[in-house]
């Protein structure tokens, strides 16, 4: 059976040497760039929704304040 790889400094930095080798570093740069946009893209979309749920429960309270109210009026008169 084949020794696990055990990732400690000199694996991770042999890694990056190879990957450097193989890619270059526009390469390696633009994969960075990429995933970055993800990232953010992601983290906008979902504030995105935290938005659209506020505007809906914001709709639901002041539905629900008006029946409350509706209700005051209807059991006073």
Not at 31 to 42: D, S
């Amino acid at each position: 059976m084949a020794p696990l790889l055990i990732a400690n400094e000199m694996t991770i930095i042999i890694i990056v040497f190879l990957a450097l080798i193989l890619f270059g570093g526009s390469r390696i740069a633009g994969v960075g760039k990429g995933a970055g946009r993800a990232i953010r893209e992601f983290k906008e979309e979902t504030a995105g929704l935290d938005k659209v749920k506020d505007k809906q429960a914001e709709k639901d309270i002041k539905a629900v304040e008006a029946d409350v109210v509706k209700d005051q009026n209807t059991t006073t008169e």
